[in-house]
């Protein structure tokens, strides 16, 4: 059994090993990928997988000797339409104060046993 775990959105092309493929599943960042591709003067194919429309992929292949490259404009193109990890700011803010507080009093202790 092959059961692997991936947290990124690239691999390389299953049937051209020169190719490295990008997946994105919102429009809008693959859009954004696409244009940052074309700006970079890098070859590219893009193919809108939509044969379920509840799970949309876009995919790009790209040649795998820009490889340091692609990954630079994949960061760009998912850190500029990512979602926050806490969107509330007001509990944002919360969890940060509650944060510091239980970091200073572990250095506060640190320093009080030494």
């Known amino acids: ?5 991936d947290f990124t ?21 693959a859009d954004y990928f696409e244009g940052l591709l074309h ?17 949309i992929r876009y995919l790009f292949a790209a040649p795998k ?3 340091d490259q692609l990954r630079y404009l994949n960061n760009l193109a998912i850190g500029k339409y990512r979602n926050k990890f806490i969107p509330d700011k007001g509990f944002r803010i919360f969890v940060f104060i509650i944060s510091a ?8 202790g ?5």
């Open 1 to 5: 059994m092959d059961f692997k775990i």
């Open 101 to 108: 507080l239980v970091l200073g009093l572990a250095i506060i």
């Open 9 to 29: 959105n690239f691999q390389d092309h299953p049937t051209n090993r020169s190719y490295m493929v990008f997946k994105f599943h919102r429009k809008e960042q």
């Open 39 to 55: 700006e970079a003067a890098i070859y590219y194919e893009r193919h809108d997988d939509n044969e379920k429309p509840e799970k």
């Open 110 to 114: 640190y320093l009080r046993a030494a």
């Open 65 to 67: 000797k820009h490889e």
